[in-house]
């Protein structure tokens, strides 16, 4: 399970939960040379009209079905920790293949189809308008930078000129995502290892200010927090009673999901920082960042200031979308179709 962005659709997920919560109080690293090879206006001349084209697949989505917002960011993230922004964890397991793709990863069982179906729509799209031309990594890019905007957050800028991979391996998946009970020390090393820093985490980290979580991701949290047969003390007894009715102990409804931000689930904004220093974080690894002095000044910051979170996450996404990229025929490809390696 990945601390970024959960994406399970909220049609399952109990409703006086949100209502009762609002009641409240009050190293893959990218060389500098080839980080330079992406470019705003790469396809400026191959396909000038690519944006407008992903941006009207992208807002149709969210009118129809909003859990596509979360679910691309998702995948993005997903996508780029994992060998680098490249699309494989676009790419479909080849059938009666013993050797699985990341999507098909335990980390990535819970992704959820409506990104999948953002970034398929979207390719299809630009490749009736622009054969050939246009990478699904770059597809994806752009398309979670949408969402991001359509859920109110902030607008950025998009460098392109990433090629597609030719490699997806579930086998890569569980050491190069975070999961939802990792300490500040193992998540600041797995940052490092991507080339971000701790700032980096905890921006990227706010991208949890919409999604939601199964319960399996935090349910020991509210009954066995680390084999101590009780809840975690850093969490707010109201939420903690609250998520108790949702997600017993045992033999719960699986598809049952709550939202990562509980005050504000469906806007993109900088509520999540507030919400973890009144522990109301939904991760262990979350709620982490404001207990660790390294990081509690930085949630402190953006809980204050969604301006210098928003300027400070469109940064972040910037550099976190330039790991590992593939450049050329020797190291990529430009897929057709996204879900299958040429």
């Keep these: 399970m990945s601390i970024l962005t959960s994406s399970s659709s909220p049609s399952v997920f109990i409703c006086f939960l949100i209502i009762f919560l609002l009641t409240l109080t009050t190293p893959i690293c990218l060389s500098k040379t080839a980080r330079r090879q992406l470019s705003v206006d790469y396809y400026a001349k191959s396909c000038p009209q690519l944006e407008q084209l992903v941006g009207s697949v992208t807002s149709q989505q969210f009118k129809e079905t909003p859990v596509s917002g979360p679910a691309t960011i998702r995948l993005f993230f997903h996508d780029c920790f994992v060998d680098g922004c490249d699309g494989s964890i676009l790419i479909s397991t080849v059938p009666g293949s013993k050797v699985l793709a990341e999507k098909d990863a335990m980390d990535n069982k819970d992704l959820r189809k409506e990104g999948f179906e953002s970034i398929t729509k979207a390719k299809a799209l630009v490749e009736s308008k622009c054969p050939g031309i246009v990478s699904c ?22 460098k392109k000129g990433r090629w597609d991979g030719q490699l997806s391996m579930a086998s890569r998946v ?65 939420l903690l009673k609250a998520l108790r009715m949702s997600c017993p102990h045992s033999g719960g409804n699986t598809d049952i999901v709550v939202p990562f931000d509980v005050t504000t689930p469906f806007v993109f904004d900088h509520a999540y920082y507030a919400n ?32 210098k979170f928003f300027q400070a996450f469109a940064v972040a996404m910037d550099k976190m979308g330039s790991i590992g990229v593939k450049r050329g025929r020797k190291h990529g490809e430009k897929r057709k179709d996204c879900s299958i390696h040429m």
Excluded: M, W
């Excluded at 597809?139 to 998009?158: C, E, K, N, S, W």
């Excluded at 009144?278 to 982490?288: E, I, M, T, V």
């Design 137 to 158: 990594a770059d597809i994806l890019a752009i398309a979670a930078r949408d969402f991001v905007h359509l859920a109110g957050g902030p607008y950025y800028q998009v």
């Design 174 to 238: 569980p050491s190069n995502l975070p999961h939802s009970n990792y300490t500040i020390d193992q998540l600041i090393k797995l940052f490092n290892a991507k080339g971000l820093t701790v700032e980096d985490l905890v921006v990227l980290s706010g991208a949890h200010t919409i999604g939601f979580a199964h319960c399996n991701q935090f349910v020991s949290r509210l009954y066995d927090y680390h084999g101590t047969k009780k809840p975690d003390p850093a969490i707010d007894p109201r």
């Design 276 to 307: 973890l220093e009144g522990k109301l974080g939904l991760l262990s690894s979350d709620q982490a960042l404001f207990l660790d002095p390294r990081t509690k000044s930085l949630v402190q910051e953006f809980g204050k200031d969604e301006l």
